[in-house]
């Protein structure tokens, strides 16, 4: 799922591109600073996934009843140099509200669908993801802001974090292309 956001991002580059778009340089890699690593990596050009993402307790899906919010996770995508500004919304009652800068959607989900993405946020795992991972030095990254159970969580993608990852891949299909 992965690949789907660089598809993404090269669909918009090539987009700008043939829109006469001036070229503003390209995206800053992410540095070394930005990658948590414990251990080598398996190549030079993927970051090490930060070890304290390993979790023994299965993820189970979070519950939809007794909430006093409605919404179970708001994630927004702003930036690169297209000025991408997009908004997931996963209510308890399973339906999916999108919006790209300011037009709404409103799906629902399948039953399926809605008990993969309840259980990715009920991964132990995003409970140590840090609040905050962002290369203070890249240029024209898309900015991921997810809030969550009443927590806010702010990426780049540059530190490999995979609970967040495949959390934040699934709700990106939600997202209008």
Same mark, same amino acid.
């Given at each position: 799922?992965?690949?789907r956001r660089t598809?993404?991002?090269? *669909?918009?580059?090539?987009? *700008?591109?043939?829109?006469?778009?001036?070229?503003?340089?390209?995206? *800053?890699?992410?540095?070394?600073?930005?990658?948590?690593?414990?251990?080598?990596?398996?190549?030079?050009?993927?970051?090490?996934?930060?070890?304290?993402? *390993?979790?023994?307790? %299965?993820?189970?899906?979070?519950?939809?009843?007794?909430?006093?919010?409605?919404?179970?996770?708001?994630?927004?995508?702003?930036?690169?140099?297209?000025? /991408?500004?997009?908004?997931?919304?996963? #209510?308890?009652?399973?339906? /999916?509200?999108?919006?790209?800068?300011?037009? %709404?959607?409103?799906?629902?989900?399948?039953?399926?669908?809605?008990?993969?993405?309840?259980?990715?946020?009920?991964?132990?795992?995003?409970?140590?993801v840090p609040s905050?991972?962002?290369?203070?030095?890249?240029?024209?990254?898309?900015?991921?802001?997810? #809030?969550?159970?009443?927590?806010?969580?702010?990426?780049?993608?540059?530190?490999?974090?995979?609970?967040?990852?495949?959390?934040?891949?699934?709700?990106?299909?939600?997202?209008p292309r």
């Amino acid at each position: 799922m992965i690949g789907r956001r660089t598809s993404a991002t090269a *669909a918009l580059v090539c987009v *700008a591109a043939l829109s006469g778009c001036a070229d503003e340089g390209p995206a *800053a890699a992410p540095t070394p600073s930005a990658v948590t690593a414990a251990s080598p990596s398996p190549s030079p050009d993927e970051p090490t996934p930060n070890p304290s993402q *390993a979790s023994s307790r %299965p993820p189970t899906p979070v519950p939809t009843t007794g909430r006093s919010d409605p919404k179970l996770v708001v994630m927004t995508v702003t930036g690169g140099f297209t000025g /991408v500004h997009q908004t997931v919304i996963l #209510r308890t009652d399973g339906t /999916v509200y999108t919006s790209e800068k300011g037009e %709404p959607n409103v799906r629902r989900t399948t039953k399926a669908q809605f008990t993969e993405l309840r259980t990715l946020l009920g991964d132990p795992a995003l409970a140590e993801v840090p609040s905050f991972t962002m290369d203070m030095d890249a240029k024209d990254m898309f900015q991921y802001t997810l #809030r969550i159970d009443g927590r806010t969580v702010i990426t780049d993608r540059s530190t490999v974090e995979p609970a967040l990852d495949r959390l934040i891949d699934a709700l990106d299909d939600w997202l209008p292309r």
